[in-house]
């Protein structure tokens, strides 16, 4: 009798458990089913932006039952799906100066998708290349004279892109000239004028490619096409010891010299003015039209010119600093009495021709 009062009441907490554990499966798979929350949508959507990429970043989303994934989109286009813990992803490959919307939207385990996260971005401008020597210590550029630009520099890197000369269609002409520490050395030059404005220097935009032997400046000839953009664009000057500059390069790459960047405005079709321009490129090829001498200096420089015209002159040392100036005629004796021995730039101009000269002063 005991013995089965007690299989009765064994049987019935058996029959118990299973009722409970197959209400409770039952339960839980009517839960599965019956999962028609969405999660809620991204938040704090937000884009950090570059001229060909986008590093998106979002807040976490909410779901009663739990994430699966995050669906990034540009615009109608699907790109990937983020595991629910990372909530970034970086777009790449974009165009330069376009305008995207990029659109983020949640799912969850069962199916369901949140509302829309959007976000439009315009991409930067493209940025030029990077380009710098490895060492300037030996020999560097240190004149660069084009249009209304006269810069005397030094460095592995120069950004002078606050300068900005004037330049017509058709003959211009650029001055450069190498310094050195010690020693002369045959330095090679090249010039790039971004003409189409696109950021990249392409093979036809560069306009000078020469070997110079010795720190004296010298004038390069260069045609600006017609088929130029108009307005301001990039100049980039590059100096290199034994081996051909080239417009982009890690300090290792380029090697021993400088580069530097200027910026350009292309005016068009050339003016009454572009006559004095050309009349400039043939001046400054004059040697005869003006003399600078004792050089090295001392205590005087004698300037003397072929033409009887009063002229303005401008003593300027590598800085760009002007230490003496004033105006001069057919002959002149220029004192030097405070100015500090160096290299110094030289500039005489009638207001229709300029002409530049190295000056040492010891």
Wanted: hydrophobic share 35%; proline share 3%; charged share 20%.
């Amino acid at each position: 009798m005991k013995r089965t009062l007690f299989l009765i009441i064994l049987s019935l907490s058996f029959n118990t458990y299973s009722f409970e554990k197959l209400s409770t499966n039952l339960v839980n798979n009517q839960t599965k089913i019956l999962d028609t929350i969405p999660p809620t949508a991204p938040i704090d959507l937000t884009a950090q932006v570059l001229d060909t990429s986008v590093a998106l970043s979002w807040g976490e989303s909410t779901d009663n039952v739990g994430l699966s994934a995050y669906s990034v989109y540009n615009g109608d286009v699907f790109l990937a799906a983020v595991h629910p813990d990372e909530r970034s992803y970086v777009v790449i490959d974009l165009e330069p100066e376009t305008t995207y919307e990029f659109r983020i939207r949640a799912s969850d385990t069962s199916g369901n998708f949140s509302s829309w996260s959007t976000i439009i971005i315009t991409t930067s401008q493209k940025e030029y290349c990077f380009s710098v020597a490895y060492n300037r210590t030996y020999e560097y550029i240190d004149y660069v004279g084009i249009g209304s630009i006269s810069n005397t520099t030094d460095g592995r890197y120069g950004d002078y892109t606050d300068q900005v000369a004037d330049l017509s269609f058709g003959f211009n002409t650029i001055e450069l000239s190498a310094g050195f520490s010690d020693f002369v050395y045959v330095e090679s030059f090249a010039v790039w004028i971004d003409f189409n404005q696109n950021r990249i220097f392409d093979l036809n935009e560069q306009v000078v490619s020469v070997a110079v032997a010795g720190g004296d400046i010298t004038s390069h000839n260069f045609i600006i096409p017609e088929q130029a953009s108009l307005g301001n664009t990039r100049m980039r000057v590059a100096m290199k010891w034994e081996g051909v500059p080239v417009p982009c390069a890690s300090d290792n790459e380029h090697g021993w010299g400088e580069v530097e960047d200027y910026t350009i405005n292309i005016i068009g079709s050339q003016t009454k003015s572009s006559s004095a321009k050309r009349t400039v490129i043939n001046e400054v090829k004059k040697e005869s039209s003006i003399e600078v001498y004792p050089n090295p200096a001392t205590k005087y420089i004698n300037l003397e010119m072929t033409e009887n015209k009063e002229m303005s002159f401008s003593l300027r040392d590598l800085h760009g600093r002007e230490v003496k100036s004033g105006k001069a005629t057919r002959k002149n004796r220029i004192e030097l009495n405070g100015i500090q021995s160096g290299m110094y730039i030289m500039q005489v101009s009638d207001g229709n021709h300029d002409i530049t000269k190295k000056i040492i002063i010891k």
